[in-house]
């Protein structure tokens, strides 16, 4: 049977800190978003929708190949 391994911010903060850091990274992440979004918004107002949903999508595709390399080399 496999042992479930914590997420690595479980490893390092302690139980009586987590909702707190958990709540700083909500926040960050929500500000991220924010400006993502206006990132966007701008990027579309200087090209078109079209070419900035393609650009986003390979982006993104390239980041999650790239993540996803990055896991597998650490199982093995």
Known sequence: MKSWKQPAL??????T??????SMV?????IGQV???IVTGITIDMLSLRT???ALSLFMTIVAIGFTIQVLRKKH
């Open 52 to 54: 900035t949903i393609v």
């Open 35 to 37: 400006f993502l979004v």
């Open 10 to 15: 479980q490893n390092h903060v302690p139980v």
């Open 17 to 22: 800190m987590m909702g707190r850091v958990t």
């Open 26 to 30: 909500q926040l960050g992440q929500s």
